[in-house]
């Protein structure tokens, strides 16, 4: 999870930041709403929505994870 926040690695350490990231989310969503803040509400809507499909397994991540600096030129 995110760092600090858990013991877990690999895919269930993927599995534990997408659900942190899309909890989050809904925080800021609702705070951006009680703020009339409509674009930046649409905006976290929109990855919000995109982290709920990562987590439910109907979208794959778009990056396999590397664990180097990427060296291509």
């Known amino acids: 999870m995110i760092s600090g926040l858990g013991h877990a690695d690999g895919p269930e350490l993927s ?3 997408i659900a942190y990231i899309h909890e989050m989310l809904g925080q800021l969503r609702l705070v951006a709403q009680s703020e009339g803040a409509d674009m930046l509400c649409y905006l976290i809507e929109m990855a919000y929505v995109e ?3 990562l987590q439910s397994g109907r979208r794959a991540l778009s990056l396999p994870k590397r664990n180097g600096p990427d060296l291509r030129p």
């Open 15 to 17: 599995r534990q930041n």
């Open 51 to 53: 982290a709920g499909d």
